[in-house]
């Protein structure tokens, strides 16, 4: 799926490619999944972002396959081994994906590929949420776009470190997929009246921005901590360090080295090998239909993660 001009999710569409070029410390994935991030459909807008690529472009950072070929360098063993890999940037809506192998995850035995891809992204984000807050067993932490793909893991990993958590949604069907992941409490930030219903908390984990980001601060406890992992706003919230000194409150900058990124990616897919955590998967497309997701995740009528699937 190239993108061929920024725009709306119609830009997407679907052409011919140059095979990829299997370089010396490359691998060749045969892609049978691929990740979609918001992050993704705000690089499709036009819109500023860590993504720099200028149309034409591939675009897609995660990917799931098995490996075919790889470069001088590379230990041959990876070939036939299923794997996770983030692209780059760029090259993942596609049936094959060149990739530097030392950035590969072989997957655990006992996960799905499927699961494994939607644990890619997210999973290393949300573990590093949680890592940065240094939250302590017994507090209790609000989580904001609980149903989407970084809260829903959120959630769950909050609960497995002995946190009360307090699932912040919108809409009903929302509530009912952060129930079912054993939240202690969830309010729909839909109604009137949801703050108070949320309640005092320790930790806000702001993944909305905007409102709904400024009202959850205004919930912590003095001590308390903030950190953001999206905008599904469209806006971050905007709370200065001036407005939290004066409640004695901190906003939590998440940062992780590459090599702490890789501990959590690997940390959350043994879980999930193990069966502790979970992807919620909660809508796939085909390759071809890459703009319906995109329109999908920017409705905010997705729960879980969106995935493409590469059928041959």
Same mark, same amino acid.
């Given at each position: 799926m190239w993108?061929?001009?920024?725009?709306?999710?119609?830009?997407?569409v679907?052409?011919?490619?140059p095979?990829?070029?299997v370089?010396?410390?490359?691998?060749?994935?045969?892609?049978?999944?691929?990740?979609?991030?918001?992050?993704?459909?705000?690089?499709r807008?036009?819109?500023?972002?860590?993504?720099?690529?200028v149309?034409p472009?591939?675009?897609?950072?995660?990917?799931?396959?098995?490996v075919s070929?790889?470069?001088e360098g590379?230990?041959?063993?990876?070939?036939?081994?299923?794997v996770?890999s983030?692209?780059?940037?760029s090259g993942g809506y596609?049936e094959?994906?060149a990739?530097?192998?030392?950035?590969?995850?072989?997957?655990?035995?006992?996960?799905?590929?499927d699961?494994? &891809?939607?644990l #890619?992204?997210?999973?290393?984000?949300?573990?590093?949420? *949680?890592?940065?807050v240094? @939250?302590r067993? /017994? +507090? =209790?932490?609000?989580?904001?776009?609980?149903?989407g793909g &970084?809260?829903? #893991?959120?959630?769950?990993?909050?609960?497995?470190?002995? *946190?009360?958590?307090?699932? @912040?949604?919108g /809409? +009903? =069907?929302?509530a009912e997929?952060?129930?079912?992941?054993?939240?202690?409490?969830?309010?729909?930030?839909t109604?009137?009246g949801?703050?108070e219903r949320a309640?005092?908390?320790?930790v806000?984990?702001?993944?909305v921005?905007?409102?709904?980001a400024?009202?959850?601060?205004?919930?912590?406890?003095?001590?308390?901590?903030?950190v953001s992992?999206?905008?599904?706003?469209?806006?971050?919230?905007?709370?200065?360090e001036?407005?939290?000194?004066?409640?004695?409150?901190?906003?939590?900058?998440?940062?992780?080295?590459p090599?702490?990124m890789?501990?959590?990616?690997r940390?959350?897919?043994?879980?999930?090998a193990?069966?502790?955590v979970?992807?919620?998967?909660?809508?796939?497309f085909?390759l071809?239909?890459?703009?319906?997701?995109?329109?999908?995740?920017?409705s905010?009528?997705?729960?879980?993660?969106?995935?493409?699937d590469?059928v041959?």
């Amino acid at each position: 799926m190239w993108l061929k001009e920024f725009g709306g999710p119609e830009v997407l569409v679907m052409a011919e490619a140059p095979e990829p070029v299997v370089g010396p410390g490359r691998a060749l994935v045969e892609v049978e999944h691929a990740n979609i991030t918001f992050v993704e459909t705000q690089f499709r807008a036009g819109l500023p972002g860590p993504f720099k690529a200028v149309p034409p472009v591939i675009p897609g950072n995660g990917v799931g396959g098995v490996v075919s070929e790889v470069g001088e360098g590379v230990d041959p063993a990876l070939v036939g081994k299923r794997v996770v890999s983030s692209t780059g940037g760029s090259g993942g809506y596609a049936e094959r994906a060149a990739v530097d192998a030392a950035g590969v995850f072989v997957v655990p035995d006992g996960l799905a590929l499927d699961e494994a &891809v939607a644990l #890619l992204a997210d999973g290393r984000t949300a573990s590093m949420m *949680l890592d940065a807050v240094r @939250a302590r067993a /017994g +507090e =209790r932490v609000l989580v904001e776009a609980a149903a989407g793909g &970084v809260g829903t #893991l959120l959630v769950q990993l909050a609960k497995a470190a002995g *946190l009360r958590v307090v699932a @912040a949604v919108g /809409g +009903e =069907r929302k509530a009912e997929v952060a129930r079912g992941l054993g939240a202690d409490d969830v309010v729909d930030y839909t109604e009137p009246g949801w703050t108070e219903r949320a309640g005092a908390v320790d930790v806000v984990f702001d993944g909305v921005g905007g409102e709904i980001a400024r009202a959850a601060f205004g919930l912590l406890r003095r001590g308390g901590r903030m950190v953001s992992f999206g905008l599904a706003s469209g806006e971050w919230s905007a709370v200065s360090e001036e407005d939290a000194a004066e409640r004695g409150v901190a906003l939590v900058q998440a940062a992780a080295t590459p090599e702490e990124m890789r501990a959590f990616t690997r940390d959350v897919l043994e879980r999930a090998a193990a069966g502790t955590v979970r992807p919620v998967i909660g809508q796939r497309f085909p390759l071809e239909r890459a703009g319906e997701a995109h329109a999908a995740i920017q409705s905010r009528a997705t729960v879980g993660k969106t995935l493409l699937d590469v059928v041959r």
